[in-house]
T-cell receptor
Framework: NAGVTQTPKFRILKIGQSMTLQCTQD?????MYWYRQDPGMGLKLIYY???????DKGEVPNGYNVSRSTTEDFPLRLELAAPSQTSVYFC?????FGGGRFANYGYTFGSGTRLTVV | KQEVTQIPAALSVPEGENLVLNCSFT??????LQWFRQDPGKGLTSLLL?????REQTSGRLNASLDKSSGRSTLYIAASQPGDSATYLC??????????FGEGTQLTVNP
């Protein structure tokens, strides 16, 4: 299994340009996430999805959009790139096991997309 | 708002040393806490998961403890090896499936 695949691995954007970061998982996980990681910082949640057709905002959603038309794909869209969006972006997926309030989640992360906005 | 802090930010030790990484969180109402390893250019790999009702978990040379009431967790690495060099992140789950991460500790084990 490929797990979680992110493309591209690297990208340089000019201010004001737009782009889509692609994320695909082949594990049939219901839950998918986009995080960003700035230097020396932990991962901050941008958006997440609990299933196809359902998305919700995380901690830092401004400047980003997502869609989830299939279980496998969860693309992240940057409409007007700004220098503050220079970061490493990680996509992740998870499945749940156990039940109710005792449910647990197994996470798989992609290898990241390093984005620079100049 | 849940905040997760890790100390130290970076650590350099000689091979063979035992070491402790620290993680603290502000809201004790967590479902569980997880330790991840991050290698350069790669994604995160889960190392250990501790349920809120548990005190510790062990996997090989790794032992993680959890004191939920004081908002602290430690990751103990025994007999460190150069291959342990990586960034270690702790994360807590407080709602649904979402995780809140600390800033990480960058560990270097020197041969």
């Amino acid at each position: 299994n490929a797990g979680v695949t992110q493309t591209p691995k690297f990208r340089i954007l000019k201010i004001g340009q737009s782009m889509t970061l692609q994320c695909t998982q082949d594990m049939n996980h219901n839950y998918m996430y986009w995080y960003r990681q700035d230097p020396g910082m932990g991962l901050k949640l941008i958006y997440y999805s609990v299933g196809a057709g359902i998305t919700d905002k995380g901690e830092v959603p401004n400047g980003y959009n997502v869609s989830r038309s299939t279980t496998e794909d969860f693309p992240l869209r940057l409409e007007l790139a700004a220098p503050s969006q220079t970061s490493v972006y990680f996509c992740a997926s998870s499945y749940s096991f156990g039940g109710g309030r005792f449910a647990n989640y197994g996470y798989t992360f992609g290898s990241g997309t390093r984005l620079t906005v100049v | 708002k849940q905040e997760v802090t890790q100390i130290p930010a970076a650590l350099s030790v000689p091979e063979g040393e035992n070491l402790v990484l620290n993680c603290s969180f502000t809201d004790s109402a967590i479902y569980n806490l997880q330790w991840f390893r991050q290698d350069p250019g790669k994604g995160l790999t889960s190392l250990l998961l501790i349920q809120s009702s548990q005190r510790e978990q062990t996997s090989g040379r790794l032992n993680a403890s959890l004191d939920k009431s004081s908002g602290r967790s430690t990751l103990y690495i025994a007999a460190s090896q150069p291959g342990d060099s990586a960034t270690y992140l702790c994360a807590v789950r407080i709602s649904g499936s979402r995780l809140t991460f600390g800033e990480g500790t960058q560990l270097t084990v020197n041969p």
